[in-house]
């Protein structure tokens, strides 16, 4: 430290330090954020600003300084806080010109990945997800809580094992059984930002959130306590029991939604009073797609590009506002499993299909909105700034035109009178009105606005004082921040537009009086000019000194001249800084109290925002389905899946030489298990990612890519698919694979779907070949149900299976074959195949010429070597590295035409028999060989 000791200013910056350890402090100096120390070499390093000095550290070595201007502040700190920091913004909180020694300053909030609040500082319109972990040990459940609080959106959910109740070391805590795996697909399904768990954190959780690039953050243990969590929660909502709410019971999530609050409301220093509720989300009400299904299918992003545009989600994205974009993201990863609510959403859906004018008409107006549910948001926090009120009102003047879009086709009763009747709050009424005669909806087309169209456009509110009250009070182009002044408009309030004339008359004052001071005293480069240190003065050069009067009031010498005042100058200055000054802070008084009046319109905003969001999506899963001719499945609560002409939506999207459609014929009880063979590349993994993304858009309400399609409702869809080894924890290829698949084994029900690809290649072909067998006789069972399976392998000996398990059946994918060429024709056709075609891929993948044609000289030999597996060309006995647990029969003798079975088969017309007689009459051949052999 230097001799002369810290400034106060840096005193405060100490003891700001001392109070927010691990965070990046931005330090208010004046214009600019500065920060010292190792935080100024964090700045410099991640932002790529220059590191200076100012004074000493307490070592007596230079301070590292690195600063930023506020007016940029909120850009920076985005970009630290994405890169996983958690920076402190310490502000100013008085008038540097009112302060009585040094300015106070304190921290005005803490910004970390999942408590951003500021516009600037989203790079993305999802949501921004604060979570909270407890886990309950006793149980062995997981209890967790999301919260976004940019909209206030605030839910719980709950992962419970089933078992291992009392385990307490870390490796348990983290856990390997149900309760994990759900809690690994709420991560994959909100991917938040940040992480909240107990201090002091398990290791073994933390390494598992920070793998996923989630920051984790230790928060005080008491916060977790069940009675605290609970009371801090109902003090929160002013309710005096969770029971509303749908939790009882939830203790763990109540647990970790109480901590999670508390960390929310502790960092932002504010209540946030916008967050008003909390849901309930449980596994039980959605299909569950799990982190790996979320993968394999690629429903949120690409598995190789991490982009969102090759997704399922990316792929149906045509929303035009960010609050219908939420909801979309939220229905393709919960789809729905009620089949009530599921016709609800495709009659919503069918409606825009079938109204292209409606749904144009409402597609252009929603086109121009922006997010108003953060925007409420920010009103809520109090940190909206004047252009987020200029926009907000921009987009609450187009919701009429909302109710308008409906009106194309219809009466002039129409419409408007359902959404006036449905603003009552009585929906029933409302679709009485709407499902009226000619005088209601119908008058203009035959067909009625659905349920829950009619419920958006009842909850969208005009908020008319809203519009009113910001267009009189925020001028039309209005700065970004409200403190400089310039944000109300005149006219709003008569004390300030007297101040403001006040200000602008003294301008004018100043300008005529240059103009006389210039004629009296003949120097006609005489300047009346202004800074903050000085005030107002009167510039005279050296070379005009000599015509300076007497009566002029020297203030400064300057190196081109000097400056003076006058009586009346220092009298005006007096008047015009003061108006000046109060016209600033009166305007911001204004603000403020605006923003406050705002405030209390927050749920009506939330709700309006909501309603747009579900009516841009609706119109948006109409747009799409009728620009890709896509169809309305019939939605059953069977347990089969019949495709008609089936498409892979985002494949299709992509090919622009066209897409093969095939069909799917899957039930619980024929034909339960397809597997599927056939050469690489030929279209396996395609086609049963197809049905299952075909089944996650249909659950959600949209339509689907296919000439038909009968959905029995899948209660959770499974998927091992693809090679990934988890080399952060040591796992390999096969390991992963082996624990996925006791991960589907262990919670498969008849109502799942469960996509298998290539399973056992991970390990020895007759390892992986037992290993595949088993778990079709599993998924098989011996009742006369199962879950629904489509299985491709490359063991071509699993073909077999089809004959001892009745509800197996083999299917392939045809591929024709021209000389050495093949072309794979990417349909799906009853039967086996024994061919793979390696070569061939590697061929067309540019391996070059060299390698092909030796694997083709390998494979020969080698297929000679099993045709006469005794020696080999060369007289070698063949090797084997593994024990082979099957016995090899003895050759059999030619069978004589006298035999009753040869006498059967030569009788016979196979191509007059379907599948099932040909499959009946090789059991009845098996029958007459057995009792054959048994004879005498």
């Known amino acids: ?204 959780l933390a390494e598992n959130l920070k793998n996923r690039g989630i920051l984790v953050t230790p928060y005080r243990e008491s916060a977790f306590d069940y009675d605290t969590a609970s009371e801090y929660l109902k003090k929160h909502f002013g309710v005096s029991s969770l029971e509303g709410y749908g939790c009882i019971g939830m203790e763990s999530s109540i647990r970790a939604a109480g901590a999670c609050l508390a960390y929310a409301c502790e960092t932002q220093m504010s209540d946030l009073s916008h967050v008003r509720g909390l849901s309930t989300r449980l596994p039980s009400g959605s299909m569950i797609l799990d982190a790996i299904t979320l993968r394999n299918l690629e429903v949120l992003e690409n598995i190789r590009s991490k982009g969102t545009d090759t997704s399922l989600f990316g792929t149906l994205n045509a929303t035009k506002t960010a609050m219908g974009m939420r909801i979309l993201r939220k229905y393709v990863t919960a789809p729905l499993i009620n089949r009530t609510e599921i016709e609800k959403r495709l009659d919503a859906v069918e409606y825009f299909v079938k109204n292209p004018m409606i749904r144009s008409s409402l597609r252009e107006c929603l086109d121009k909105f922006s997010d108003i549910e953060r925007i409420a948001g920010r009103i809520s926090y109090g940190n909206a700034g004047p252009r987020d009120l200029i926009t907000l009102k921009n987009s609450l003047d187009k919701i009429p035109l909302i109710k308008l879009s409906f009106d194309s086709g219809h009466g002039a009763f129409g419409i408007n009178q359902g959404i006036n009747t449905c603003g009552t709050g009585d929906i029933s009424r409302a679709s009485a009105v709407c499902d009226g005669d000619a005088g209601g909806i119908n008058g203009g087309i035959n067909n009625s606005v659905p349920e829950l169209i009619a419920k958006a456009l009842a909850g969208t509110s005009e908020m008319q004082a809203v519009r009113k009250l910001i267009e009189s009070a925020i001028t039309d182009d209005p700065p970004v921040l409200a403190k400089g002044g310039g944000v109300i408009r005149e006219g709003y309030d008569k004390s300030l537009d007297e101040l403001r004339y006040i200000s602008v008359s003294g301008k004018d004052w100043i300008a005529d009086f240059q103009q006389t001071e210039r004629e009296r005293t003949g120097i006609k480069s005489l300047k009346v000019g202004y800074n903050k240190v000085f005030g107002y003065f009167i510039e005279v050069t050296k070379s005009n000194m000599s015509m300076v009067p007497k009566e002029y009031i020297r203030k400064q010498t300057t190196a081109n001249g000097e400056r003076y005042t006058l009586p009346e100058l220092q009298e005006k200055e007096s008047l015009i800084a003061n108006a000046e000054e109060k016209l600033i802070a009166l305007e911001y008084e204004l603000y403020q109290d605006l923003i406050l009046k705002l405030k209390s319109e927050t749920e009506t905003l939330q709700k309006t925002a909501q309603c747009i969001g579900l009516l841009d999506v609706y119109s948006t899963l109409g747009a799409v389905s009728h620009s890709r001719n896509y169809v309305r499945p019939v939605i059953e609560d069977s347990k089969r899946l019949l495709i008609s002409g089936g498409r892979h939506p985002v494949v299709e999207r992509n090919l622009s030489a066209g897409f093969v459609p095939n069909d799917a014929q899957i039930d619980a009880s024929e034909n339960q298990i397809l597997i599927i063979t056939g050469a690489n590349m030929a279209g396996k993994s395609t086609y049963m990612r197809e049905v299952a993304l075909i089944t996650v858009m249909a659950q959600a309400g949209c339509f689907v890519p296919a000439e038909s399609a009968v959905i029995g409702i899948v209660d959770r869809i499974f998927t091992r698919v693809g090679a990934f080894d988890d080399l952060s924890s040591g796992q390999s290829t096969f390991m992963v694979e082996m624990l996925e698949l006791a991960n589907i084994l262990n919670n498969v029900t008849d109502r799942s779907l469960v996509i298998l690809d290539e399973i056992g290649r991970g390990t020895s072909t007759l390892d992986g070949y037992s290993i595949a067998k ?90 000679d070597r099993q045709f006469d597996p005794s020696t080999d060309k060369k ?61 005498p």
Not at 7 to 15: G, S
Not at 839 to 859: F, M, N, T, Y
Not at 875 to 892: C, E, K, N, Y
Request: glycine share 8%; with cysteine.
């Open 1 to 204: 430290m230097s001799k002369e000791g810290p400034t106060p200013a840096m005193l405060q910056f100490y003891e700001m330090k001392r109070r927010y350890p691990g965070t990046v402090l931005f330090f208010q100096m004046g214009d600019f954020y500065e920060t010292f120390g190792e935080d100024a070499e964090v700045v410099s390093r991640e932002l790529e600003i220059t590191l200076t000095s100012r004074g000493r550290d307490a070592d007596g070595e230079k301070m590292p300084l690195a600063g930023v201007p506020i007016h940029a502040g909120e850009m920076y700190i985005s970009r630290l806080v994405r890169k996983g920091y958690r920076v402190a913004v310490c502000d100013q909180i008085e008038d540097p010109k009112k302060a009585k020694g040094i300015v106070k300053r304190d921290v005005v909030r803490i910004i970390t990945p999942g408590t951003m609040m500021d516009a600037g500082m989203f790079n993305t319109s999802g949501p921004s997800y604060l979570m909270s972990i407890f886990y309950d040990k006793k149980r062995s459940e997981y209890g967790t809580a999301f919260l976004d609080i940019s909209t206030g959106e605030f839910f719980i959910s709950s992962s419970n094992a089933g078992g291992g109740a009392g385990k307490t070391n870390s490796a348990a805590e983290v856990g390997s059984g149900n309760a994990f795996a759900d809690l690994n697909s709420d991560i994959a399904k909100y991917m938040p930002a940040e992480c909240v768990v107990q201090s002091p954190i398990n290791p073994a």
């Open 875 to 935: 007289g070698r006995s063949p090797r084997f590295t593994q024990m082979l647990l099957i016995d090899t029969p003895a050759p059999v003798s030619a069978p004589r035409r006298d035999n009753p079975v040869v006498k059967k088969l030569l009788n016979s017309d196979p191509d007059s028999m379907t599948p099932r007689d040909a499959l009946a009459f090789l059991y009845e051949l098996v029958n007459d060989a057995r009792n054959d052999e048994n004879k």
């Open 774 to 863: 088993a778990v079709l006789e599993f998924l098989h069972g011996k009742g006369g149900e199962g879950p629904r399976t489509l299985f491709a392998t490359h063991f071509h000996e699993m073909v077999d299976i089809e004959a001892d398990l009745k509800r197996v059946r083999n299917y392939h994918f045809a591929v024709k074959e021209t000389g050495n060429d093949i072309a794979f024709l990417r349909k799906l056709i009853p039967g086996a195949t024994d061919k793979s075609y390696g070569i061939h891929v590697a061929k067309l993948a540019g391996i070059p010429d060299k390698v092909i044609g030796r694997s083709e000289q390998i494979l020969k030999e080698e297929m």
